[in-house]
């Protein structure tokens, strides 16, 4: 069930990444947040729940709140007009775990830990968007949740389903090879003058 929860954050970041470069409105991205967090939270509840024993689950199950959190967060935000300095700390929380959990998971499962790595990279630049209203971040927080936040979760959650996770350092330094890639990517592009400027359509990331 993790791996369903990393195709529904996949999802997740797409569509706030696109809320950011004013592509989707809020009330649109409000709602799917707030299905998507309420999902991961009874999803990551079930985890917990049937793992009571096993640390790796509970582990597993941590992460999942963190991010379904932030999710009903931010669509709560959204859909009631609520701040986004709330949010923007939140996520300064979940970028600080996230090093942490990147750290515990270096020895058994180093591809892991680079996805964490990107997820604290890409978490601590919502932060500094919505808890210091940075708002000349805007768009590379926007394109850095389109590109990182799609390939760090998608293609690891479908290889997955499939038994196909990858493992050993060889695949954690391409992994991480291409995560680099596409923040450099994102801050190219994203330095590039908007044909049509406009105001970001949402007020908190995922």
């Known amino acids: 069930m993790s791996y369903i929860c990393l195709l529904l954050s996949g999802a997740a970041l797409l569509i706030n990444g696109l809320g950011l470069l004013g592509r989707v409105t809020s009330r649109d991205s409000g709602f799917f947040n707030?299905?998507?967090g309420t999902l991961q939270l009874v999803i990551a509840t079930l985890i917990a729940s049937a793992g009571a024993a096993d640390p790796a689950a509970i582990g597993s199950a941590s992460g999942i709140f963190l991010f379904g959190l932030?999710?009903?967060?931010?669509?709560?935000?959204?859909?009631?007009?609520?701040?986004?300095?709330?949010?923007?700390?939140?996520?300064g929380l979940v970028a600080v775990l996230a090093v942490v959990f990147a750290g515990t998971s270096l020895d058994d499962d180093p591809v892991s830990s680079v996805l964490w790595l990107a997820w604290a990279v890409l978490?601590?630049?919502?932060?500094l968007l919505l808890a210091f209203d940075a708002a000349h971040?805007?768009?590379?927080?926007?394109?850095?949740?389109?590109?990182?936040?799609?390939?760090?979760?998608?293609?690891?959650?479908?290889?997955?389903?499939?038994?196909?996770?990858?493992a050993g350092w060889t695949s954690a330094l391409?992994?991480?090879?291409?995560?680099?890639?596409?923040f450099v990517v994102a801050g190219?592009?994203?330095?590039?003058?908007?044909?049509?400027?406009a105001a970001p359509q949402v007020a908190v990331p995922a």
Request: aromatic fraction near 12%; proline fraction near 6%.
């Open 123 to 127: 978490w601590g630049l919502f932060f």
């Open 34 to 36: 707030l299905v998507i």
């Open 70 to 91: 932030t999710y009903l967060y931010v669509g709560l935000g959204s859909v009631a007009g609520l701040g986004a300095s709330g949010v923007g700390w939140f996520c």
């Open 174 to 182: 391409g992994v991480a090879g291409i995560l680099a890639v596409l």
């Open 137 to 166: 971040l805007t768009r590379i927080t926007g394109w850095s949740a389109i590109l990182v936040g799609t390939a760090s979760t998608v293609p690891p959650a479908v290889l997955g389903l499939n038994s196909a996770w990858p």
């Open 188 to 197: 190219a592009v994203s330095s590039r003058p908007a044909k049509a400027p």
